[in-house]
């Protein structure tokens, strides 16, 4: 009879480290859902502000200063999208790659823009009163995009809107992998 009581007290010991493996496992992924869905959430913040900025830059009225902060900010916003890198789904990684890098190219094109108008207003403050039209130019100059950078905002615009149909992708997945693990996971 001891042998019989022995052998049902290993039974249930493998089966309590079945199920803290299988506890620990669904925690994993759990974890791993959590993850990703927090990217996924600063992606789409981070995806709006872009596409805010990139409205703005092609307003002549828009202060380059100001946008040129704010697209920084978009910088470190997607940067910390992308911070778990090795534990997002490839899907999710290739849509905050793809809307840093339009984000990157929309902060240089800003930046060379508040220099050259910061430039343009040190000159214009040494030429002490020069002609009217000479005025006119830098301040034409320093207020708006040029057409190079018009171009590049659009080229800008439209790989945003192909990173924008992939995060919608993207978010279906989650969704799909968020009540695949709430379905798995069972109160008992």
């Given at each position: 009879?001891?042998?019989?009581?022995?052998?049902?007290?290993?039974?249930k010991l493998g089966l309590r480290i079945a199920l803290v493996i299988a506890a620990v496992l669904l925690l994993v992924i759990a974890g791993l859902a959590a993850v990703n869905l927090s990217a996924a959430v600063k992606f789409n913040q981070?995806?709006?502000?872009?596409?805010?900025?990139?409205?703005?830059?092609?307003?002549?009225?828009?202060?380059?200063?100001?946008?040129?902060?704010?697209?920084?900010?978009?910088?470190?916003?997607?940067?910390?999208?992308?911070?778990?890198?090795?534990?997002?789904?490839?899907?999710?990684?290739?849509?905050?790659?793809?809307?840093?890098?339009?984000?990157?190219?929309?902060?240089?094109?800003?930046?060379?823009?508040?220099?050259?108008?910061?430039?343009?207003?040190?000159?214009?403050?040494?030429?002490?009163?020069?002609?009217?039209?000479?005025?006119?130019?830098?301040?034409?100059?320093?207020?708006?995009?040029?057409?190079?950078?018009?171009?590049?905002?659009?080229?800008?615009?439209?790989?945003?809107?192909?990173?924008?149909?992939?995060?919608?992708?993207?978010?279906?997945?989650?969704?799909?992998?968020?009540?695949?693990?709430?379905?798995?996971?069972?109160?008992?």
């Amino acid at each position: 009879m001891k042998t019989g009581h022995a052998g049902g007290a290993r039974g249930k010991l493998g089966l309590r480290i079945a199920l803290v493996i299988a506890a620990v496992l669904l925690l994993v992924i759990a974890g791993l859902a959590a993850v990703n869905l927090s990217a996924a959430v600063k992606f789409n913040q981070a995806t709006t502000s872009l596409n805010a900025n990139i409205k703005a830059a092609q307003d002549e009225s828009t202060d380059l200063s100001t946008l040129n902060a704010q697209q920084q900010q978009t910088d470190a916003q997607f940067a910390e999208a992308g911070q778990m890198r090795s534990a997002l789904l490839p899907q999710i990684r290739d849509a905050i790659d793809a809307n840093a890098s339009v984000s990157a190219e929309l902060t240089k094109i800003t930046l060379k823009k508040v220099e050259a108008q910061q430039t343009g207003s040190t000159e214009n403050q040494t030429e002490a009163n020069g002609s009217a039209s000479s005025s006119k130019k830098n301040a034409k100059k320093g207020g708006s995009l040029t057409e190079e950078q018009k171009k590049q905002v659009e080229e800008l615009m439209k790989a945003n809107q192909q990173s924008t149909d992939t995060q919608a992708n993207t978010k279906k997945e989650q969704k799909e992998t968020q009540s695949k693990t709430n379905g798995t996971t069972k109160p008992w």
